[in-house]
């Protein structure tokens, strides 16, 4: 089982948390026919395989720059079949919450961002909160008021499938994104100096992370460490210190056996001890 900083449990208690959700995160979800969606990899090497030539395609995957290998495949592929090819594999297959999803609603952080297209979280977490979760994109203009009222929100950083035109999802979309939404990631970069974020199913090289991350350490370098889970080994232990070090993150790792499951068995368990705490606060006032 993970186990949770204190601290981490005391800011999700008095909800001063952002939970980030990654891809990772939606590959829990299955749809009636027992389909998960694809990685971000995946997706994007079945578009190459369909293309020819496809080299220098897969030449970017391989060294993991998928910003520029999405930007090639969809200008290759043009704008409506590749926008239609997103709709078929996050959209029309139909995914359906899985346990992950009812840990991490558990937990009840007021702010939950994420970068994913496909809707499994947002769903689930408006069905159980009677659709009054308000969800806001980067390009909505009033994030600000959203995010100083007393409601519940999902950020939604790169759009949403539901307006494949307006995701971000591209190198140049990615670099129009953050200059003509500026004050949307500026909004980002004050939840970082404010709250604790818990990582959930990223990778340490997503640029929106770095971008973050590391500005925020060297603007304030005696801030508290956010909170980044990731699978056992997928880091060299001092691979994983440098990232610690310059991303200001204390990394949780665990086992990928069964399905993820000492995963979900520690969400599950540190909603609990969230819960516990939450009862003391009710008790001492020390909100």
Known sequence: MI????????????????????????????????????????FLTECANSLAPN??????????????????LARAMTRDPFRQKLRDEFLTPGYQHASIHEHIFAL??????????????????????????????HYDPDVTDAIRS????????????????????TRTEYAKARSDHRTFYQILDALVMTHTFLFLGCGVNDPDLKLLLEDALFRHPMSRKHVMVMPRRELHDEVMKIVEDTMNLKILTYSTA?????????????????????EDLKQTGNW
């Open 55 to 72: 080299r220098h395609i897969l030449q970017l995957m391989k060294k993991a720059d998928y910003l520029t290998a999405c930007e090639v």
């Open 258 to 278: 069964n399905n993820f499951q000492e995963l979900n068995d520690s969400i599950a368990a540190l909603a609990q001890s969230v819960e516990i705490k939450r």
């Open 150 to 169: 007393d409601g519940r929100l999902i950020l939604k950083i790169h759009g949403s499938i539901d307006s494949p035109d307006r995701m971000v999802f």
């Open 3 to 42: 186990d949770w900083p204190p601290e981490l449990i005391k800011d999700l208690a008095r909800r001063r948390t952002v939970i980030f959700l990654g891809a990772g995160v939606s590959l829990n979800s299955v749809n009636a026919a027992g389909r998960r969606p694809k990685t971000w990899a995946q």
């Open 108 to 137: 009840d952080s007021r702010i939950v961002a994420t970068p994913n297209f496909d809707k499994s979280f947002e769903t689930y977490a408006n069905h159980k909160a009677n659709a009054s979760i308000i969800v806001k994109h």
